[in-house]
Structures are given as structure tokens and as C-alpha cells.
């Protein structure tokens, strides 16, 4: 799964910046930042991995465990 990072213009002309959403893919996540702002127009969008930082995160846990049982 993956998350997106949208800014958007809303039909009011109010800029937001950030907006996180998940999705399967950006079409999937579209669909979903345009279900709760209707008629927006999207200015950016940026994903992201979210299952590689869930990965470097348990090896890091697993480097911390290491380090405190020496």
C-alpha cells in the first residue's frame, strides 16, 4: 500500500498544502481526496512506500533489542 501526499485548491480557491492519503495506487487515492473535496483541483501529489519504512523500522527494533542484550 501506498500513501500520497496531495496539495490541492479547493472549488472555494483555499490552498491546502497537505493532504495524506492511502491507497493502492494514486487513481484509488484521487478517488478518495475527491470524495471529501468535491470539485478540487489537485496541484501536487507525492507518494510514498509505506511498507519499506515498516520494514526499516522492525530492523531497526530488532538493532536496539541487540544492543541492550549485550
Known amino acids: ?4 501526499d496531495f ?5 472555494d480557491g ?3 498544502v ?3 492519503i492511502a491507497g493502492q495506487d494514486q487513481a484509488e487515492a484521487e478517488k478518495k481526496l475527491r470524495q471529501m473535496y468535491r470539485q478540487c483541483e489537485v ?5 510514498k ?3 519499506d519504512r515498516k520494514i526499516q523500522q522492525i530492523a531497526s ?3 536496539i533489542l541487540t544492543l541492550i542484550s549485550k
Open 1 to 4: 500500500m501506498q500513501k500520497f
Open 7 to 11: 496539495s490541492i485548491q479547493t472549488r
Open 14 to 16: 483555499q490552498r491546502i
Open 18 to 20: 497537505s493532504v495524506n
Open 43 to 47: 496541484v501536487s501529489c507525492n507518494s
Open 49 to 51: 512506500d509505506i511498507t
Open 61 to 63: 527494533v530488532e538493532d
